[in-house]
């Protein structure tokens, strides 16, 4: 057992550092993908990856890796770490904890003068958050082979520029091929983004699974007309449909599965006018489960519930699914170790599902993945209010440090 402690105040002083790139008035931070403050977040953790040494590599995609050879250099590394590009008015932890954690592990391993067997690789991936181009997590899914190159250069953002062209603009269109190297394992820090770990009161969680969800785009398509003079009975109510399908997605969640949420997220009602019977309304649904068969189940049932109320209200529906992502464990030798270094370090974990997610569910179809989890002050994150305890962190960033030294002596 390692009696190799983290330097806490180092890290929370480059915590702080970086956290003045895009920060906002309310104590967050702007760093959207490919934006200019995403380039200065992302110009600081490459100095700061040469200053400790690592040999710095950037691939196609713009995902960012640092590598700090072992003793054996046949054998395959164990890579960790997370994001920096945030939320518009994100908060200061997601993604940034698991990056300048890593860090501050190799810094550790520095001090300690400790070389280790494997290499170590940390890593940024690219556009984690999927706000201004979509779909999110594409640096790492671009990396796993889950989306191609061509594909992801192509996405376009609100004004239409597209990643490509902003990734060259801010100068991190890398040279190295963006594919899946031979990895030993992949460890990831977050912070838990829900209540749960507050709730248990311990600072680390060891994630079993990841949720798989399910995203309809619904469309009703009814009639307009003038909400005086038109009886209730020859309406063709687009958004009265609408309001069917809401209760039925929470009725659903209250009857299948404990750990089953829906949300419908986004609605547009046409014309969207105080005096006009709602013509058109688009709206979307999101059901999330730990068990594929309770998506699959709760999917049927808000399908049927979607041809139910079209059906009574008259209108031309159309329903289709543009994502489903399966539900996934982690490996099991990867949360044992995360498990055990949290006892060698002194803290007490629970174990617990992921309901976002996270760039080591791509991760986890390429390499043995395990995720740590510290807790987020009233489950709050996406937010500029977004808070973790600094004690937490550390924790978090303890056992990370000890996982990595297990996996990598071994
Ligand atoms: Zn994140």
Same mark, same amino acid.
């Given at each position: 057992?390692?009696?190799?402690?983290?330097?806490?105040?180092?890290?929370?002083?480059?915590?702080?550092?970086?956290?003045?790139?895009?920060?906002?008035?309310?104590?967050?931070?702007?760093?959207?993908?490919?934006?200019?403050?995403?380039?200065?977040?992302?110009?600081?953790?490459?100095?700061?990856?040469?200053?400790?040494?690592?040999?710095?590599?950037?691939?196609?995609?713009?995902?960012?890796?640092?590598?700090?050879?072992?003793?054996?250099?046949?054998?395959?590394?164990?890579?960790?770490?997370?994001?920096?590009?945030?939320?518009?008015?994100?908060?200061?932890?997601? &993604? !940034?904890?698991?990056?300048?954690?890593? =860090? *501050?592990?190799?810094?550790?391993?520095? /001090?300690?003068?400790?070389? @280790?067997? +494997?290499?170590?690789?940390?890593?940024?991936?690219?556009?984690?958050?999927?706000?201004?181009?979509?779909?999110?997590?594409?640096?790492? &899914? !671009?990396?796993?082979?889950?989306?191609? =190159? *061509?594909?992801?250069?192509?996405?376009? /953002?609100?004004?239409?520029? @597209?990643? +490509?062209?902003?990734?060259?603009?801010?100068?991190?269109?890398?040279?190295?091929?963006?594919?899946?190297?031979?990895?030993?394992?992949?460890?990831?820090?977050?912070?838990?983004?829900?209540?749960?770990?507050?709730?248990?009161?311990?600072?680390?969680?060891?994630?079993?699974?990841?949720?798989?969800?399910?995203?309809?785009?619904?469309?009703?398509?009814?009639?307009?007309?003038?909400?005086?003079?038109?009886?209730?009975?020859?309406?063709?109510?687009?958004?009265?449909?609408?309001?069917?399908?809401?209760?039925?997605?929470?009725?659903?969640?209250?009857?299948?599965?404990?750990?089953?949420?829906?949300?419908?997220?986004?609605?547009?009602?046409?014309?969207?006018?105080?005096?006009?019977?709602?013509?058109?309304?688009?709206?979307?649904?999101?059901?999330?489960?730990?068990?594929?068969?309770?998506?699959?189940?709760?999917?049927?049932?808000?399908?049927?519930?979607?041809?139910?109320?079209?059906?009574?209200?008259?209108?031309?529906?159309?329903?289709?699914?543009?994502?489903?992502?399966?539900?996934?464990?982690?490996?099991?030798?990867?949360?044992?170790?995360?498990?055990?270094?949290?006892?060698?370090?002194?803290?007490?974990?629970?174990?617990?599902?992921?309901?976002?997610?996270?760039?080591?569910?791509?991760?986890?179809?390429?390499?043995?993945?395990?995720?740590?989890?510290?807790?987020?002050?009233?489950?709050?994150?996406?937010?500029?209010?977004?808070?973790?305890?600094?004690?937490?962190?550390?924790?978090?960033?303890?056992?990370?440090?000890?996982?990595?030294?297990?996996?990598?002596?071994?």
């Amino acid at each position: 057992m390692s009696t190799t402690s983290i330097d806490r105040d180092r890290f929370r002083e480059r915590f702080d550092e970086f956290n003045q790139i895009g920060a906002t008035d309310a104590g967050g931070v702007n760093r959207p993908a490919l934006s200019n403050a995403n380039k200065a977040a992302r110009d600081k953790l490459v100095e700061w990856f040469r200053t400790v040494g690592l040999d710095v590599r950037i691939d196609e995609i713009g995902n960012i890796f640092g590598r700090r050879e072992g003793s054996n250099p046949d054998a395959e590394p164990v890579m960790f770490g997370s994001h920096v590009d945030s939320q518009y008015n994100g908060g200061r932890y997601d &993604g !940034v904890v698991g990056v300048l954690g890593a =860090l *501050e592990v190799i810094e550790t391993f520095d /001090d300690a003068d400790i070389e @280790t067997d +494997r290499p170590l690789e940390i890593v940024a991936w690219s556009n984690e958050e999927g706000v201004r181009f979509q779909p999110d997590m594409l640096g790492s &899914g !671009v990396y796993a082979g889950v989306f191609d =190159l *061509e594909y992801a250069y192509g996405r376009t /953002d609100d004004n239409g520029n @597209t990643f +490509r062209e902003e990734l060259e603009r801010i100068g991190y269109r890398g040279e190295t091929p963006c594919e899946a190297d031979d990895v030993h394992c992949y460890l990831e820090l977050h912070v838990e983004q829900g209540p749960y770990l507050e709730e248990a009161g311990v600072s680390v969680g060891v994630v079993e699974d990841v949720f798989g969800f399910s995203w309809l785009n619904v469309t009703f398509e009814g009639q307009a007309n003038h909400a005086g003079p038109t009886p209730m009975h020859m309406r063709r109510d687009a958004f009265a449909a609408t309001t069917d399908v809401a209760a039925a997605v929470r009725e659903v969640t209250a009857t299948e599965g404990a750990d089953l949420v829906g949300t419908i997220g986004s609605v547009e009602v046409h014309p969207n006018a105080i005096n006009v019977i709602p013509e058109r309304v688009e709206f979307t649904v999101d059901l999330r489960s730990s068990d594929n068969a309770v998506v699959d189940t709760a999917v049927d049932r808000v399908r049927e519930e979607i041809e139910w109320a079209a059906d009574r209200e008259g209108l031309e529906c159309d329903c289709e699914e543009i994502m489903r992502v399966d539900a996934d464990q982690f490996d099991e030798g990867c949360r044992d170790t995360i498990a055990e270094a949290a006892v060698d370090a002194g803290y007490e974990y629970t174990r617990l599902s992921s309901g976002a997610g996270h760039d080591a569910n791509y991760l986890n179809e390429i390499a043995p993945t395990g995720m740590i989890f510290v807790p987020s002050v009233d489950g709050i994150s996406h937010r500029e209010s977004e808070y973790t305890e600094w004690d937490d962190i550390v924790a978090g960033t303890e056992v990370l440090f000890r996982a990595v030294e297990k996996r990598a002596s071994r």
